[in-house]
């Protein structure tokens, strides 16, 4: 049964670029998230949380995972994390999606899974600069701020509701009129319709 995602933890990890899709996965209640590390030694994020992983990349138990989530951090950009590139390719052989977002879409491209799925991330050019071997510039998506296709899910630095929204869909959180109403509340600061006339009828009253 798939019932668990695995979310990245690592020295300089950008703890806010996952932060709204890892509350909407436990909100339910049906989901196992569990933290995984290059070791389990404790890191530290790019906003100063410090978080101990719960398992190793090489520990991943691929009949369980529903999803591994790769945020971004410097390390990417310079080359570093094999063990991700790894487990990516893992995760994703097995059949479960993987996502990421900003540099962390580096990984995927690294694993060779963007070559034939249409992607975005956060600038044109960014991933062939840091990954010689990509081979999918005409999958590229420079219009949206997140994406889902093929099994894997990437996003601009600047779309992390978009990607929350993307891993929310993945996932088969909430229905589809719920999630429509998550995003606008949370993009746009629209609440839901119900919401929007019980304000009304209390600052009439």
């Given amino acids: ?13 950008a703890d806010w670029h996952a932060a709204q899709a890892l509350c909407e ?15 389990m030694q404790p890191v530290l994020s790019m906003g100063g949380l410090r978080v101990l992983p719960e398992l190793t990349l090489d520990e991943l138990d691929l009949k369980r995972v529903a999803l591994l989530i790769v945020p971004g951090g410097y390390q ?27 540099s962390g879409v580096l990984v995927l491209a690294r694993a060779g899974l963007l070559d ?49 929204r993307e891993v929310i869909r993945t996932l088969d959180l909430y229905s589809p009129t719920d999630r429509e109403h998550w995003f606008r509340l949370f993009k746009h600061a629209l609440p839901p319709p119900w919401c929007a006339s019980e304000v009304a009828t209390a600052v009439a009253a």
């Fill in 1 to 13: 049964m798939r019932d668990t995602v695995y979310f990245l933890a690592f020295d300089g990890f």
């Fill in 25 to 39: 996965i436990r909100r339910p209640g049906e989901w196992r998230l569990r933290t995984v590390g290059f070791s």
């Fill in 76 to 102: 990417w950009e310079r080359g570093q994390g094999e063990q991700a590139v790894s487990a990516a390719r893992r995760v994703h052989a097995a059949g479960a999606p993987v996502a990421a977002i900003d």
């Fill in 116 to 164: 034939a799925c249409r992607h975005t991330g956060s600038w044109p050019g960014h991933i062939g600069t840091h990954v010689p071997a990509y081979a999918g510039a005409e999958q590229y998506d420079p219009t949206v701020l997140a994406v889902s296709d093929g099994g894997v899910i990437t996003a601009s630095q600047l779309g992390s509701v978009e990607f929350a």
